[in-house]
């Protein structure tokens, strides 16, 4: 699985980015797909992941009511809808694909990441 994710760029605090993740391959719709992120000088972390089917999502704490995941299988793209958006929300954001699920940084497949920077 190729992962490509897009839609990064710089917003002011309060404001919204839609992060976009496009897959290639015919099996897109049997993995699971994650959002990571990673700020200068740390770790990368969880941000959200999603079931293969769409049926169950997870989120960070830091995240959670404000960020949604989604995906459309149809069309392989896993989406990160970020709302009220922070400046400590300010990282590299990449999607990964799995075919389990969870919160680790661990997935099987990563994309290129994108640029997300929230000025205050």
């Known amino acids: 699985v190729q992962l490509q994710a897009s839609g990064g760029g710089l917003v002011q605090a309060g404001g919204s980015l839609r992060l976009s993740c496009a897959a290639s391959?015919?099996?897109?719709?049997?993995?699971?797909m994650g959002w990571f992120r990673q700020a200068p000088g740390k770790e990368r972390e969880f941000v959200a992941a999603?079931?293969?089917?769409?049926?169950?999502?997870y989120y960070a704490d830091s995240v959670k009511g404000r960020f949604t995941i989604s995906r459309d299988n149809a069309k392989n793209t896993v989406y990160l809808q970020m709302n009220s958006l922070k400046p400590e929300d300010t990282a590299v954001y990449y999607c990964?694909?799995?075919?389990?699920?969870?919160?680790?940084?661990?997935?099987?497949?990563w994309g290129q990441g994108t640029q997300v920077t929230v000025s205050s």
């Open positions: 999603i079931s293969w089917s769409g049926g169950s999502t």
């Open positions: 990964a694909a799995d075919r389990l699920v969870r919160r680790l940084p661990d997935y099987d497949y």
């Open positions: 391959g015919r099996t897109f719709s049997s993995y699971a």
